[in-house]
């Protein structure tokens, strides 16, 4: 029996599948399918004809990210102690940007109406002040069946010292009539500081319900031999994953810092750059002879402490929209036509992007994108771009060696911002 070993890495605008079969390299790129990212991954696993059966999988998964910053994760409620059901809205009032007067602060993913505080208390050596009462349970599943949760998340004061308030409350939320998705905070992150284990375990279950439905669809196709990438750049099962949501949040982009670091290594450059541009956004790493983590980061403005490659991501890729802007000036993504519709040229989107821009300068062929598999609509990119040109007073190609020159700016200063 041969060994089949797939990576799947499926981003905005293209699904990649690369295959090593019997020591032999072969690489597969289809159209993404934003709505189900699974029909997609199915599809290419057809077109290539893989024995699932005797097959491992590794796939980079973009699902929880972008439930995450995209706000479409499951109706999440938080249950914590008696006087701390603000913390998410509390933080650590630090201000990003000290001088802005019009700053304002993420939604949290647990709204107000969805945090209930229980009459339960653990001090800082894990000693119980307070027991967890079964009446104040009964009473808290009344108030989740009632609003319908997808989503509970559990973060009890020093349950990282002793779990067992948490764990007994796991138990009871598991009754609840709609199976909702739980998440405690003492097995997500048993780590000291409440806002940050307390935000990364909303974060955990606010994308738990889309990620457990993904993979639990793909799992069903792929079989057991399914393994998903984690932030930090190795590996977890499937049903880890589905579990555990929150430490697949950087899983594709940590594939390409992997791989790219794989690759400076074998050639001799241990002290790289990684520039991984796809169709959405470009994601930068420095490695200077390492892979650098860390275990503090903020997504969309929601900390989330756990084991994670550090990246820089901008929103620079080949569907970024290039548009004029209130003062003429020409500004370029970071919104992205992705998949679908696609840049002008795919035939259904009426934005100019990137892709746009390369195909009118004669970067790209217009017969031998996807390789040859698809046809790129250069008139129709042509006159659109005439028109956008129209509002920065250039020619179409001019404004097309603009729009490459503003959104290779934009991936000069993520460079920057991780190197200098």
């Given amino acids: 029996m041969s060994t089949t070993v797939v990576g799947i890495d499926v981003g905005g605008t293209f699904t990649d599948i690369a295959v090593l079969r019997d020591g032999v390299l072969s690489v597969h790129k289809l159209p993404s399918t934003p709505a189900d990212p699974s029909v997609g991954i199915t599809t290419g696993i057809g077109d290539i004809d893989v024995d699932v059966a005797n097959a491992d999988f590794i796939h ?13 994760g499951g109706r999440t409620a938080l249950v914590t102690t008696m006087g701390f059901e603000d913390v998410l809205e509390i933080g650590r009032q630090n ?12 939604t949290p993913l647990a709204p107000w109406q969805l945090r209930f505080g229980l009459p339960e208390r653990i001090d800082y050596t894990g000693a119980i002040l ?17 609003a319908e949760v997808d989503g509970v998340a559990v973060s009890f004061l020093f349950s990282f010292l002793n779990p067992i308030h948490e764990e007994m409350l796991a138990q009871r939320l598991a009754e609840l009539p709609n199976s909702p998705f739980i998440s405690i905070s003492s097995k997500i992150l048993p780590e000291f500081r409440e806002y940050e284990r307390t935000s990364t375990v909303v974060v955990n279950s606010y994308v738990g319900p889309v990620m457990e439905r993904y993979l639990t669809q793909l799992e069903s196709v792929l079989g057991r031999g399914l393994r998903i990438m984690q932030s930090s750049g190795g590996s977890i099962t499937a049903s880890l994953a589905a579990d555990q949501p929150v430490r697949t949040i950087l899983s594709g982009p940590a594939g390409g810092v992997v791989g790219a670091f794989y690759t400076g290594i074998q050639a001799g450059y241990p002290d790289i750059i990684t520039l991984d541009m796809g169709g959405t956004s470009t994601d930068v790493s420095l490695c200077p002879g390492r892979i650098k983590e860390t275990t503090a980061a903020n997504l969309g403005g929601y900390p989330v402490s756990v084991p994670m490659i550090e990246i820089h991501t901008v929103g620079a890729g080949g569907g970024s929209i290039a548009r004029v802007d209130a003062g003429g000036a020409l500004v370029v993504g970071p919104q992205s036509a992705g998949a679908d519709p696609g840049p002008a040229c795919y035939g259904a989107g009426d ?24 046809t790129l609509d250069q008139q129709r990119s042509q006159s659109l771009m005439t028109g956008l040109a129209a509002g920065v007073g250039a020619s179409a190609t ?23």
Avoid: C, H, Q, W
């Fill in 60 to 72: 980079g998964s973009t699902v929880a990210t972008n439930a995450l910053l995209e706000g479409k």
């Fill in 95 to 106: 201000r990003a940007d000290l001088y802005d007067l019009s700053m304002e602060r993420p």
């Fill in 130 to 146: 307070d027991d967890l009462t079964p009446a104040s349970v009964d009473a808290l599943l009344a108030l989740l069946a009632e």
């Fill in 351 to 374: 934005r100019i992007t990137v892709t746009d821009a390369n195909l009118i300068l004669g970067r790209l062929r217009s017969d031998g994108f996807l390789g040859g598999r698809m």
């Fill in 398 to 420: 001019e404004t097309a060696l603009g729009i490459i020159r503003v959104v290779n700016s934009n991936m000069e200063r993520a460079i920057r911002a991780i190197s200098l």
